[in-house]
C-alpha cells in the first residue's frame, strides 16, 4: 500500500496523471492487513529463533522447558499483554541407542528411530527372526503362530497427498501395528518410516499400547533402509536383525503450555484462540512442525493488532506436548474450558502455502464465512465443501462446541520431513511463510472483528 | 535388431508391406550396439545386487573382502573371462562413534561423521571453544594464536557444478584442512560437509596427514548442522562443543582388485581397461559411487562381446580401495604395468547421464575421436574441448601415458549424495544408467575395433 500511495504522489506532483479521488480511498481494512503481513518477518525470525537457540525440544524436557523460557520471553519482546507459561506435569518417554545390523544373510547396518513409548531391549540388544507384511491388514490377518518370537516388518509405503489426508491410511502401521504385533507375540516391530521422501532419516512418532499390549520394542526404518530390508527378503533366505533400542519412562515431569494476548475491546465477545504447539520431536530442530506453526500465530495475531485494537481478545496458546497425546491441550482446556471462547484455530502443518479454507460456524453464520473467502481469494486460497475439524492442541475446544477455521496447508513436502532429523530451518521458505501469515493476518481479523454473536459458554 | 527383423519377417509373410533392400540393410555395428546398450539390464542388476547383498564395503574390510568374491562370482557368471582377484594388503581407518554436542550457549546435538584418517579422541570426548572461519584461505591466512586449543570449523558452502570442477575448489576444506589446523594447534577441526544437499547426512571422505601434521579429531557436520552451528557463532557468544570421534588404525589389511575379461581376437594390439572402484564408504550402500561405474564397465563390455569379439582384449578392473588413496590402482600398475595398454576409461561420477567425451589419444588420431564422438552424438553427447584425464582408479597407466577418454556424467546432483548414508539405490535412475552403459559401450566398441596402432609398452 505504501507504495501505490508514493507512487500516486510522485505522479501527482508530475502533474502527468489526474486520478478519480475513489481510487485513492483507503483499501478496506483486510486488504490493508494481508498487503502488511505479506512483507511479514516476525514470523520467520520467530522461527529462526527458535530453531537455532532452543533446537529440539521433546515433551516434559528440560529443552520444552526452555523453549517455554524462550517463547516467553520473546512474547513479551512482541508486545504481548497476559505473557505466561502455564505449567502441568506428565510421564515422558526418553530416546536412548537406536541401532540395528542385519546379521544373515547379507550383514549390514540400518538406520533407525524408536517410536515413542517403544520397549526398551536390554543393553546388549536383542536377537531375531524377520517377518515381512507388506501392510497393516497384512498383519492384523496374520495368525499369531506366525509371529511369535519373531520381529515383525511392516512395510507399507505412504503417497504424498496435499491435504495431507493419506496420514490417516498409512499412519496405521505406527499407530495400531506396535500393539498389534505385541499382541500376537512378536518379540519387536520395525515399520517403514510414515514418510514420502528418499533419505537415510527416519521418521519417529508417538504410538500409545492398545489395552492388553506388552511394550516391545518398536522403531521407523528409513524408507531406503526399509526398501532395503524388503529387497533382501525378497531373496527368500531367512533374515535375522540385531536390534538395539534402549529408552526409559520417567513419571511426573514438567511441561508447560504459553499464553500470550491481543487484548479486545469487547470481554464479553469472547476469545478467538490461535493454537500452534511450542514441543518438538527429538531428532530434528522441529522448524515446520512447528515452529512456523507459532510463528504463524504469533506474527497474524501482531498484524491484526497493528490494525488497530480488535473487538475479541485474540489469544495466541503456544501448547506443549502436542507430539506425545495433547497434554498440553488437555491442560488447557482444563485451566480455561470455562472461559467463552468464540472460534479456535491451529497451525500445525508445516508452512507451505494455503490452498484452502474450511469452516465450522454455527448456524446462520454463513455470511461471515463468505467475508472471509473473499479475503482469502487473493492469496490464492480456495474454499472447501467439508466442515473445519482443527488439530490436536485445540480438540478439546472444538469437542466441546467452539466454532473452528482451518487453514489448509500445501502437505504434498510435508511428509518428507515430518518427525525426522531433517526438520530443520532451510527447509521453510520465507515466502510461503509470509503467505500464511497474511492468510492468517486476515482471517483472525475479521472474526475478532466479527459483529456476529460466537462461541460456547 | 532382434525386434525389427522380427517385424520385418511378420510383414513379409502377411505380405502386405514391401520394404526396399537397403532399409532392411543391418546397420552400422555401432548403431546396433547402442540400441541393443539402451535396453540393457546388466549394469543395474549388477548395482542392485553388489548394494543389496554386500551393502557398505569399506576398503580393507571383511564387507570388501565379500565385494570381491561376490563379484567374481557375477562375473564368471555373466560370461567374463580371466575373471580374478588379486590380492594387496594395505592399512586401514575404522570409525567408531561419531557424536558431538553443543554444550553451550544453546545445547543441542550436531549431526557429523569423522574423516577418514581422522584422529580419535579418547572414549569419553574432548571438549574445547569453537573458532569459525568462512573458507580454507581463512584458515590459511589466520595466526596459529587463533587457534591454539581450539576446535575449528571451516563453514566453505559447496555449490554444484555439472562437471564436478566444483569439487577441486570446495574439497581443499576436507584435504587440507586438518593438517593446516593440526600444524597451528588446534585440538580438532569441524569443516562444512563437501556436499550440495541439505539433509542431516554428512559427507565422509579421506584426508592425508601432511608431513609435520599430528592426527586431530576432524569430522563434516551436515549442510544443516553447519548452518546451525554458524548461526549459533553468529550470535556472538562464545561456542562449547563436546565432541567424541573415536576410530582406530589397522595394520596390513587385505584388499584386493578384480579382473575380468572379453579376450580379443588380436593379443599384440593391446588392452583397453574400463575401470571402477569396488569398494565404498562406510555410511551408504555405495550405489551411485560406485556400484553403478561397475556395472556400466561390466554391461557395456558385456554389448561388446555380444556385438563379435573385438580385435582388442577389454579388461574389467573393479578396483579396491579407491576411496582411501587409490591402492588398488598402484597394485594393478604393478602387477600389470608393463602389458600394452591401448587406452584407458573411469566411471566413477554416478550414473547420470554422459553429456561431453573428452580424449587423450596419441598424436595423428583425431579420426577415431571424431568416429567416436559421432557414434555418440544420438546420445545426445557433445564433445569437449580440453584434453582427457581419467580418475584415481587409471591414473598410474595414464601418468604412463596411456591414452585416455573421458565420458562426462552429468555430475549436478552427484554431491548430493557424495560419501553420505543417502548413497543408496533408490538413488540410481534406471534410464539414465542405460544411456552410460550405451555411450561406454560403442566407445569401447570402436576402441577395442580400431585399426590405428594405440597405447604404450
Known sequence: MQKIRSGTLAALALGSIVIPTAVQAAPPRSDAIREAALRDDVAYAFTEGLTTEIGPRPAGTPQEARARDWAVAKLKALGFSNVRAEPYVMPVWLRGRDEAKILSPFPQNLVLAALGNSGSTPEKGIEGEVVYFPSIADLEAAPASALKGKIVFVDHGMKATQDGSSYGYFGAARRQGPSIASKKGAIAILIRSIGTDHH???????????????????????????????RIMGRGKPVRVHLTLTSRMLKDQPSGNVIAEIPGSDPAAGIVVAACHLDSWDQGTGAIDDATGCGIAAASALQVAKA?????????????????????????FKAHGTEKHALALESDFGADRIWRVDFKLPQGHAALGTRIAQALAPLGVGTGSQPAGGGADIAPLVNAGVPVIDLQQDGTRYFDLHH???????????????QNVAAWAVTLDMVANASETLGVN
Do not use: C, F, N
Open 308 to 332: 488497530g485494537q480488535p473487538r475479541r481478545t485474540i489469544r495466541v496458546l503456544m501448547a506443549g506436548a502436542e507430539e506425545v497425546g495433547g497434554d498440553g491441550a488437555r491442560a488447557y
Open 200 to 230: 537415510r532419516v527416519p521418521h519417529t512418532g508417538v504410538q500409545m499400547w492398545a489395552e492388553g499390549a506388552t511394550p516391545i520394542p518398536a522403531a521407523a526404518l528409513s524408507v531406503p533402509d526399509a526398501e532395503q530390508l524388503a
Open 420 to 434: 525426522t532429523p531433517d526438520d530443520t530451518l532451510d527447509k521453510v521458505d520465507p515466502e510461503q511463510l509470509r
